[in-house]
């Protein structure tokens, strides 16, 4: 069965410096991979996504994420973080076939300190 | 008016209340879905629309009922709730083509059942 585990709950970080939030996932064939993004208050937005080729993918806001198929694992990472970026980041996994199904990790609350 | 959005933003309800939340997507999809985000648990997958047709009920309670009268509206009927229902409840939808399609959120409904 697909799960994601995100090991981390909470990370505080200093605006400017340097993020990776981790995500490893379980599944028996080629996984489709996503960050998301949630301020409080609001819906998830999109960050990036992995379906194939480049295991190095780029998203919006300067993230970027890298897919290891050794690792199992689909690490996010940002140069130079700012305090806009303070929010909670979901990792998720979806499988082929119009399965429509998305498995979610439980999500890693970033707080930025000035 | 932005991709998914979702109505109310925020519900408070009696345990014997009838109440809808309703999401709209303006992103011409043709699959929509229900999510329940409790603290401190991934998200959950209640129900998933491809078409108008219900193709996906996660053991989800009697409670809930779901009605997708075009692909473009999607409801969620809630009666006879409980304390534990209370949750934020996502709204998602996407393109279904070839199996594994970018999911877009909608803000969410936050629900505290009294």
């Known amino acids: 069965a697909q799960s994601v585990t995100q090991p981390d709950i909470h990370i505080t970080v200093s605006e400017g410096a340097s993020l990776e939030l981790r995500c490893n996932y379980s599944?028996?064939?080629?996984?489709?991979l996503f960050w998301y993004v949630q301020s409080p208050g609001q819906g998830l937005q999109l960050l990036l996504k992995y379906f194939s080729g480049d295991t190095l993918v780029q998203g919006i806001k300067g993230f970027e994420a890298e897919f290891k198929r050794s690792q199992s694992s689909f690490n996010l990472r940002k140069p130079s973080v700012h305090w806009s970026d303070a929010a909670e980041y979901f990792c998720a996994v979806g499988a082929w076939a119009g399965a429509n199904n998305l498995f979610f990790g439980t999500g890693t609350r970033l707080t930025v300190i000035p | 008016e932005t991709g998914v959005t979702q109505t109310p933003r925020h519900l408070v309800m009696g345990m014997t209340n009838k109440k809808s939340l309703k999401c709209e997507q303006h992103l011409g999809h043709n699959a929509m879905y229900w999510y329940k985000q409790s603290a401190k648990k991934p998200l959950e997958l209640m129900f998933v629309y491809n078409f108008k047709e219900q193709t996906e009920n996660n053991s989800v309670p009697s409670r809930f009922s779901p009605e997708c009268p075009n692909s473009s509206h999607l409801f969620l009927h809630l009666h006879t709730l409980q304390p534990e229902d209370s949750a934020l409840y996502l709204c998602a939808s996407s393109q279904e083509k070839t199996g594994q399609e970018t999911q877009y959120f909608g803000p969410g409904t936050r629900l505290l059942v009294l």
């Open positions: 599944y028996g064939a080629t996984p489709y």
